[in-house]
Nanobody, 123 residues
């Protein structure tokens, strides 16, 4: 069992930066791939980025590649998402999720989810 908790959301202006953190409980967290997703009202949850259990493999959505960076510290049971050059279209609730399988990009393939943190980017 893995429990996840996101933090670091907030309100910024276009071009600003935020760092989201996903803190996990459970000593086996290092065995899990972790993904970040985002969701706006009325739309499906959208893949943002994912990282392998070792941190050696990362994937990004085209819309964030080059602006966002996902990383993890297994010693601290945390995964971070550094978001630079934020745009109004990045406004959403951001969720982290974990799965024991390989690094999926589909939300349905993740087993554990946090409660989400709101990110608002104003123009």
């Amino acid at each position: 069992q893995v429990q996840l908790a996101e933090s670091g959301g907030g309100s910024v202006q276009t071009g600003g930066s935020l760092r989201l953190s996903c803190a996990a409980s459970g000593h086996t967290f290092r065995n899990y791939a972790v993904g970040w997703f985002r969701q706006v009202p009325g739309k499906e949850r959208e893949f943002v980025a994912a990282i392998s259990w070792s941190g050696g493999i990362t994937y990004y959505a085209d819309s964030v590649r080059g602006r966002f960076t996902i990383s993890r510290d297994n010693a601290k049971n945390t995964v971070s998402l550094l978001m630079n050059m934020l745009k109004p279209e990045d406004t959403a609730v951001y969720y982290c999720a974990a799965t024991i399988t390989t690094i999926p990009r589909a939300a349905r393939q993740y087993d554990y989810w946090g409660q989400g943190t709101q990110v608002t980017v104003s123009s």
